[in-house]
């Protein structure tokens, strides 16, 4: 089993590369010369040489390349030119933030979506499978940005239950209740989609594993029902759903960037999209990197998971 | 109990008639229908000028005259920006749909057709696409393009290419092997014409698939760009520039956010609800209707049940079981009224071919038929006198496994493959008697000592993965002695076995049902297994039984025609000249049961009397009885 995680750890180096190549490869991309970007179109042809020179664009891509990645290496992500401050700093920082935004959300929509597959598939065409199938169609259809918005109404402004927007409350917050007060709107908003999926196909592999001939030996045992769906039925389809919820981690952090600007939550994702509308791109590099990272490492639990879970894959 | 209602029915259809059927998808259908018209008749309709500012009539709320969703904080008309705003987000969602499919429909068949390296590189880099979170690799594209709306759906479209690279090689790989490619390759087309007139009609419903379940997420993935600003751009709007406008006065004028969101939520629903569909139609898979799973018991919907069993002194008595299947309008009638009794330590024969309902009968006595679609529809299962199809659920869960135990066919599928065998067979003990974990595992080693598996203590911890055929099937047939039954249903328990290792595990079930007094309820297509181990036989053909007697005496006699025919067709060993018949024709489909004999379109003696009338069981003394009006033992009188 060691060797088995070992080797999976391994083998997420050559992704973790990838991850940089592309990064670095799109941002290579923009069109125009950065240092233009940065000093302005009024800046004379001897500063904006200077400046290429200094931020090494003067070299050949691939030079680039390594040059950043081993930077990169070095945890140097380049200075953000709007913050005027290393893009590391700004980033661990903000990705605090998302973390338990994102994480929160995931183990929301987990707990959540799981409970609602199991009895759905359990009451298969009975009025909770109904009720459930178009929860989950609702909810897979809403724009969550939207519904961040409606939440925002109802609970904030009309019912004053929770914080309409940050992370800690500016007078006197700072603690754990203050902050789960904040946490609970665009946790929930966010978890909406990933719940949706993961109860649809959570509902889908239950019906599967129930049709098998060792849920057939399990009742001829004369084991109690709930035994057979939770330890049995519930168990081997949760193999199968284990890699959606990794999947479901790349769209929690993905769709943290809409939730975090709706609830100004401090995290990667509002600091993107105002990185994006100052054409800081090296803190949009910076930020993507991280989070792409979060997703990959994400998934390698899902598999580690999944690996624990079933013997035949060791 | 309650029949969960049947599966769709499987008649063979049109797959647009298939869609009309399915209520929701039709919804869908015409909710999306709806709102693109109104989007494409946008400019013929009488709608004031979207991007007309009047500031005198900012926020107005809806219902104001003129303005029947009100104004916006430019005082623009909320119904005219919303019917503008809807065709820009359809045709962006579109656009970016037909891009991300085009592109990734050639990648994945390119990939899929060429295979080899060019797949494995094509595959990586898809790979390390799909390392990114979607939204996130969406935004970094943005950012290098710069905001904007064809520049976000530059960006989305892209995004979604693996989704549909990765599909289709799937399915290419697999048509790509196929005898009808080599064919087209062997007449000398060339590649890109084979996949264009072969491969691509073929995999054209996964890509269709794939487009109506991701249209809805592009349409969405798109509105949240602009909503974030980086989108659609002033003065031009889509649904999601406008949520994002109406957010900045969303605490005074919630409506201006409400209406645009309430429209992505309608079209998007209504674009789900109409691929669900479509994928229900196009995945065959889903087609046969056959997803919906059993229930704990089976459902036991029967009219007069039997009073009293006839074989008082019987462990078990079956007594006119009927057990149905019903499958789209039709009635499949798998057993058809079968009487069959066990003595205390007797083994009983079940034969017949597959099909014939012997292990629908088995499985009938506790309940464990598939419902839906199955249902007990008559009859009686007496254990002890007590009827199993007249108690609650409960009270026949109590009974599985401690008084009636199963031995199923295929013991790789039968034990579960996530727990260790030792797990499993102390939760077969634990279900039935209160012993602590130590004292049920030491049962549960001396189980697996009593079937003869080598190392017990060891043995507990292997998966069923881990063991061979005959050691998997040893494991079932020790969790079935788990709680001492008295009757032990065995259904093909050696079939899936070598002639070795059944010898074996047939010397084991007799040794056993010896000393533990159990009855055994032994189901088989074969009778040399029955020689070895049965004392009565009974024959069973298409959901009846035929022929039933002491084993030695119908062996050496056999009464019933297909008796006859099954005995012969039992190899005998050093008589390599007999004739290996197999039996010509085939059984009557069960939901279209002839009139008299089913028999009798295979019957070499079949005379008309045969089709005439129902056949009674007719008893012939000595503990035998036969459904057949002439029997091959009788001589051939009565000719015409």
């Known amino acids: ?314 | 109990m309650a029949v969960a209602s049947a599966p769709p029915k499987a008649r063979r259809t049109t797959p647009w008639s298939l869609l009309a059927r399915n209520q929701l998808a039709v919804a869908g259908l015409a909710v999306v229908v709806a709102v693109c018209l109104i989007a494409l008749a946008a400019p013929i309709l009488p709608l004031a000028d979207p991007d007309a500012t009047a500031p005198a009539n900012r926020l107005l709320p809806p219902g104001t005259p003129g303005h029947p969703l009100g104004t916006d904080a430019l005082g623009r008309d909320l119904m005219s920006r919303l019917i503008w705003g809807a065709r820009v987000s359809i045709a962006v969602g579109l656009s970016a749909t037909l891009i991300a499919a085009f592109f990734g429909s050639l990648i994945g068949l390119v990939a899929g057709y060429a295979g080899g390296r060019v797949d494995n590189w094509l595959m990586r880099g898809i790979d390390m696409v799909m390392a990114f979170p979607y939204i996130l690799l969406a935004l970094a594209i943005v950012a290098v393009l710069g905001p904007g709306l064809l520049n976000a759906l530059y960006a989305i479209a892209i995004v979604n290419v693996p989704f549909f690279a990765r599909n289709i090689r799937g399915i290419t790989l697999g048509l790509a092997r196929r005898e009808f490619v080599d064919a087209a390759r062997l007449s000398g087309k060339g590649h890109a014409r084979i996949v264009l007139t072969e491969v691509l009609p073929n995999v054209l419903p996964v890509i269709v698939i794939t487009m109506s379940t991701t249209v809805g997420w592009m349409i969405l993935e798109t509105a949240g760009l602009s909503f974030l600003g980086l989108g659609a751009q002033p003065p031009q709007a889509d649904l999601g520039s406008m949520l994002g406008e109406g957010r900045r006065v969303l605490f005074t004028d919630p409506h201006v956010s409400i209406v645009p969101g309430l429209a992505i939520l309608v079209l998007v629903m209504g674009i789900n609800l109409l691929g669900d569909g479509i994928r229900d139609v196009l995945d065959p898979r889903l087609k046969s209707g056959a997803l919906s799973r059993p229930v704990a018991r089976t459902a036991v919907l029967r009219g007069a049940a039997p009073e009293a069993p006839a074989h008082p002194g019987a462990v078990l008595e079956l007594q006119g079981l009927e057990t149905q299947f019903h499958v789209g309008g039709s009635v499949y009638r798998a057993v058809g009224g079968v009487d069959l009794h066990l003595q205390p330590g007797e083994c009983v024969g079940l034969v017949g071919e597959s099909g014939s309902g012997k292990s629908v009968t088995a499985m009938s006595v506790m309940g464990l038929v598939p419902t839906p679609p199955g249902r007990i529809a008559g009859g009686a299962a007496w254990l002890e006198g007590t009827d199993m199809f007249a108690m609650t659920d409960e009270d026949v869960r109590l009974r599985r496994g401690r008084d009636v135990a199963h031995v199923f066919q295929d013991p790789l599928g039968t034990l579960h493959p996530l727990y260790t065998v030792g797990d499993q067979i102390v939760e077969a003990i634990q279900a039935h008697a209160p012993l602590p974990r130590r004292d049920a595992e030491a049962k549960a080693r001396d189980l697996l000592a009593l079937v003869r598996i080598p190392n017990p203590g060891e043995r507990m911890a292997a998966y069923p993965h881990e063991l061979s055929g005959g050691m998997r099937q040893r494991v079932c047939i020790a969790m079935a002695l788990a709680n001492d039954p008295k009757v032990l249903i065995a259904d093909e328990p050696t079939t899936a076995l070598d002639v070795t290792v059944q010898a074996q595990v047939l010397t084991l079930m007799d040794r056993l049902r010896r000393d533990r007094d159990s009855a055994i309820l032994f189901i088989t297509h074969d009778f040399g297994v029955v020689s070895a181990i049965c004392d009565r036989v009974a024959v069973m053909y298409a959901g009846r039984i035929v022929e039933t007697g002491p084993t030695e005496a119908v062996l050496a006699a056999p009464a019933h025609p297909y008796t006859d025919r099954l005995i012969a067709c039992v190899p005998v060993l050093g008589d390599p000249d007999r004739r290996l018949d197999a039996i010509e024709g085939r059984p009557p489909v069960v939901n279209a049961l002839p009139r008299g004999c089913a028999f009798a379109d295979r019957c070499p003696r079949v005379r008309d009397d045969c089709r005439a009338a129902d056949i009674a069981l007719i008893d012939r003394g000595n503990g035998r009885a036969v459904r057949c009006l002439f029997p091959v033992d009788a001589p051939e009188t009565g000719h015409d």
Not at chain 1, 8 to 30: D, E, H, K, N, S
Not at chain 1, 82 to 108: H, K, Q
Not at chain 1, 277 to 286: A, F, H, I
Not at chain 1, 296 to 312: C, G, I, K, S, Y
């Open chain 1, 1 to 314: 089993m060691m060797a088995y995680i070992a080797r999976r750890l391994l083998a997420v180096i050559p992704v973790l590369f990838g991850l940089t190549l592309i990064v670095f490869f799109i941002m290579a991309l923009i069109p125009g010369d950065p240092a233009t970007a940065i000093l302005g179109s009024y800046a004379t042809p001897e500063n904006v040489e200077r400046l290429n020179r200094q931020l090494g664009l003067d070299r050949s891509l691939p030079e680039q390349y390594l040059i950043w990645l081993g930077n990169l290496m070095q945890g140097d992500l380049g200075r953000s030119y709007s913050l005027n401050r290393p893009v590391l700093d700004e980033v661990t920082e903000r990705f605090g933030a998302t973390l338990i935004l994102a994480g929160t959300s995931l183990l929301l929509c987990s707990i959540l979506g799981l409970l609602a597959g199991v009895v759905s598939a359990v009451r298969q065409y009975g009025l909770t499978d109904k009720i459930v199938t178009f929860a989950v169609l609702i909810g897979i259809s809403t724009p969550s940005f939207w519904l961040g918005l409606l939440l925002i109404l109802v609970f904030a402004v009309q019912w004053r239950l929770f914080p309409a927007s940050g992370m800690y409350a500016i007078y006197g917050g700072g603690d754990l209740p203050d902050l789960l007060r904040h946490l609970f709107l665009p946790a929930v908003t966010l978890s909406v989609v990933a719940t949706g999926v993961i109860a649809r196909l959570t509902r889908t592999a239950m019906l599967e594993v129930l049709r098998q001939d060792y849920i057939r030996t399990a009742r001829a045992k004369g084991l109690h029902e709930s035994r057979v769906i939770w330890r049995h039925a519930f168990k081997a389809a949760l193999v199968g759903v284990i890699p959606v919820i990794g999947i479901q981690a790349g769209f929690v952090l993905g769709g943290a960037v809409y939730i975090e600007t709706v609830f100004q939550w401090p995290g990667i994702g509002s600091m993107l999209v105002t990185a994006i509308s100052t054409r800081d791109l090296l803190l949009v590099q910076g930020g993507v990197l991280v989070v792409a990272a979060a997703y990959v490492l994400f998934n390698l639990l899902a598999d580690v998971a999944q690996t624990l879970l079933d013997p035949r894959l060791r």
